[in-house]
């Protein structure tokens, strides 16, 4: 499993990221800007949002493989 933190510099010191590495591939990048975003979360089933300007269109821009059962959009 994929999953990326898009902008972890304002989340609270000394938070840990073990639990989403047991899960699989985890990247973090402290801050994303807007026009890095879709490269960023492209092929990554999990995607952390906390305070990046990313737009809803952007996020669920492709969820053809998604079923209806597993969207939170």
Do not use: H
Not at 27 to 56: D, F, H, S, W
Request: some cysteine; glycine content about 6%; hydrophobic content about 35%.
């Amino acid at each position: 499993m994929n999953i990326v933190f898009l902008d972890a510099y304002p989340t609270a010191k000394g938070l840990t990221y073990e639990r989403f590495e047991k899960l699989g591939s985890f990247k973090v990048y402290q801050e994303t800007p807007y026009n890095l975003a879709a490269e960023r979360m492209a092929g990554c089933e999990i995607v952390i949002i906390n305070k990046n300007n990313t737009n809803t269109g952007l996020v669920v821009s492709d969820t053809t493989d998604m079923d209806s059962e597993n969207y939170r959009g």
